[in-house]
């Protein structure tokens, strides 16, 4: 077993799935200034190079980011595991990442071939934690029961109308953090009657209500994209408090509505 206890993750995560370059370099100087202290890459993103960049020109000791990325699937052959994740540390510029996450499991994914490859990347110290992405309840099963070191996230698409109650549940019974991507639908709550109302309610706007929800959920972690201004907004969402009707309304807008959805995505075998 790990002999580290699992880290409560800095709440909320920056996301930045499509940024690349300098705008990516300056989302995240922007999310660290505005105390954002948890910043999420991929090697699918191409843009780790970016990130470590921000790391080095923002003012804040590498010690206090909770930085996490993930292993593209056609590099979770065991042994690509493990080289690759170097490449990422180079990129990023960094001795350890403090989660590392199997990203999707498809393409080279094998439990018995991938999830010893990270638990060796554990040992190393290559990363403190493992995570894993896009698994369905059965493969998070089976990834709990496989693994030596503990499943400190499962991030999966989640938002108001893609709630997950049954992962963000199965993740709470194994201690297991939810992080939540595309946390806003890329913006679509916008347009949601429902969150606009109860955004009235607060001064806020709809995607500072869709925030609000998850910072409230117990176990998950919201990690939106932002540039400029709507950074310092998502995370002011924190200072709404919603109550127990806000709830309600906002559960009876689940409808199973995926943004994401590859045809090998392990929901759809």
């Known amino acids: ?26 989302a995240v100087v922007t999310a660290l200034k505005s105390g954002y202290r948890h910043i999420d890459t991929a090697q699918l ?44 540390l180079d990129r990023l510029g960094v001795d350890t990442v403090d989660l590392l996450y199997v990203h999707w499991p498809m393409g080279e994914y094998d439990a018995e071939e991938t999830l010893p490859a ?22 998070l099963e089976e990834a709990v029961s496989m693994l030596d070191a503990p499943i400190v996230a499962h991030q ?23 992080v939540a991507y595309c946390p806003i639908a890329k913006a679509e709550v916008a347009e949601i009657d429902v969150l606009q109302e109860i955004a009235d309610n607060h001064d806020a706007t709809p995607i ?22 709507h950074i310092h907004e998502n995370y002011e969402a924190h200072e709404i408090e919603l109550t127990d ?12 509505e995926r943004l994401v959805d590859p045809d090998d995505a392990a929901w759809n075998q």
């Open 156 to 178: 999966i698409e989640l938002h108001p109308e893609l709630q997950q109650d049954e992962l963000v549940s199965l993740g709470r019974e194994h201690d297991v953090q939810t």
């Open 118 to 139: 990270f638990d060796e990347a554990v040992e190393e110290g290559l990363t403190r934690h493992v995570g894993v992405s896009n698994f369905t309840p059965n493969l």
């Open 1 to 26: 077993m790990s002999s580290q206890s699992p880290p409560q993750l800095p709440q909320p995560g920056l996301g930045t799935s499509g940024h690349e370059g300098e705008s990516c370099t300056d």
């Open 245 to 256: 009707d806000d709830r309600d309304r906002i559960a009876d807008l689940d409808a199973g």
């Open 45 to 88: 993103y191409d843009n780790e190079e970016a990130v470590g960049r921000a790391l080095e020109q923002a003012d804040v000791d590498r010690e206090e980011v909770f930085l996490a990325t993930k292993v593209h699937p056609s590099n979770l052959a065991a042994e690509d595991v493990l080289e690759s994740t170097r490449e990422s």
């Open 208 to 229: 500072q209500v869709a925030l609000a929800w998850q910072y409230d959920r117990e176990g998950v972690v919201p990690i939106p994209k932002g540039t400029g201004e």
